[in-house]
T-cell receptor, first 113, second 114 residues
Framework: DTEVTQTPKHLVMGMTNKKSLKCEQH?????MYWYKQKAKKPPELMFV???????INESVPSRFSPECPNSSLLNLHLHALQPEDSALYLC????????????FGQGTRLTVV | LAKTTQPISMDSYEGQEVNITCSHN???????ITWYQQFPSQGPRFIIQ???TKVTNEVASLFIPADRKSSTLSLPRVSLSDTAVYYC???????????????FGTGTRLTIIP
C-alpha cells in the first residue's frame, strides 16, 4: 500500500466554522507533511512531523493547528479561516524527515466563504 | 539548501522526446536530485532521483553531468497524458538535513500538443 489518503476531497467552510482535514498512511513512514498550494503555484510547506512530533512550523498562522495522534494519522484543524486561505491542502509522507522520495495524497480542495 | 532554476513552461508534440533542464549551481556534495510530476488538482508524484551520471526507470531518465550543476529529465515519446508540471528538487539524502523541508521550486509546466 503506497497510498496517502486525504479526507475530505472538497470542503467549503464559513469564516466562523471549525473543521478538520485528515490524512492517513500505512507505509510505516515516520515523517508527515502538510502543504498548501494555490493555483499555478508550487506547494508551500506548512508543517513537518517527525516521529509524531512537530519538527517544523513554517510560521503558519495559529488558525491552522496540526495534530499527529499516531504514526499513521495527521490532522489539520481549521478555525476562523479567511477567504485567502482557500487552496489545495496536500498531505505527504516519507520514510524519515529529509527523505526526498515522498508520497502525496490527492489533497483537499478548501474553499472559505 | 541548493536553489533550483527551471524553465517556466515548455510545449512539445506527442511522440517526441522531451528534455527538461534544471540548474542547481550551488549543489552540495551530499545532495541528490529528485524530480516530481504534478497533474492538476492532484498531489505531486515522485518520478526519479539520482546523484550522478544517468538513472533510468520505467517512466523517465535523469542525466547528471560530472559537475552536477545541472540535470536533465528526459521523457521518451510523450503523450497527452504527460501534460503536467515537473518539479526539480535538490537535497541531502545522507544527513537528512539538506532538504528536510522538501521545498519545491517554481516547476516547469509541460504541455503536450496533439
Amino acid at each position: 500500500d503506497t497510498e496517502v489518503t486525504q479526507t475530505p476531497k472538497h470542503l467549503v467552510m464559513g469564516m466562523t466554522n471549525k473543521k478538520s482535514l485528515k490524512c492517513e498512511q500505512h507505509m510505516g513512514h515516520r515523517a508527515m507533511y502538510w502543504y498548501k498550494q494555490k493555483a499555478k503555484k508550487p506547494p508551500e510547506l506548512m508543517f513537518v512531523y517527525s516521529y509524531e512530533k512537530l519538527s517544523i512550523n513554517e510560521s503558519v498562522p495559529s488558525r491552522f493547528s496540526p495534530e499527529c495522534p499516531n504514526s499513521s494519522l495527521l490532522n489539520l484543524h481549521l478555525h476562523a479561516l479567511q477567504p485567502e486561505d482557500s487552496a489545495l491542502y496536500l498531505c505527504a509522507s516519507s520514510q524519515v524527515r529529509g527523505d526526498t522520495e515522498a508520497f502525496f495524497g490527492q489533497g483537499t480542495r478548501l474553499t472559505v466563504v | 539548501l541548493a536553489k533550483t532554476t527551471q524553465p517556466i513552461s515548455m510545449d512539445s508534440y506527442e511522440g517526441q522526446e522531451v528534455n527538461i533542464t534544471c540548474s542547481h549551481n550551488n549543489i552540495a556534495t551530499n545532495d541528490y536530485i529528485t524530480w516530481y510530476q504534478q497533474f492538476p488538482s492532484q498531489g505531486p508524484r515522485f518520478i526519479i532521483q539520482g546523484y550522478k551520471t544517468k538513472v533510468t526507470n520505467e517512466v523517465a531518465s535523469l542525466f547528471i553531468p560530472a559537475d552536477r550543476k545541472s540535470s536533465t529529465l528526459s521523457l521518451p515519446r510523450v503523450s497527452l497524458s504527460d501534460t503536467a508540471v515537473y518539479y526539480c528538487l535538490v537535497g541531502d539524502m545522507v544527513s537528512n538535513f539538506g532538504n528536510e523541508k522538501l521545498t519545491f521550486g517554481t516547476g516547469t509546466r509541460l504541455t503536450i500538443i496533439p
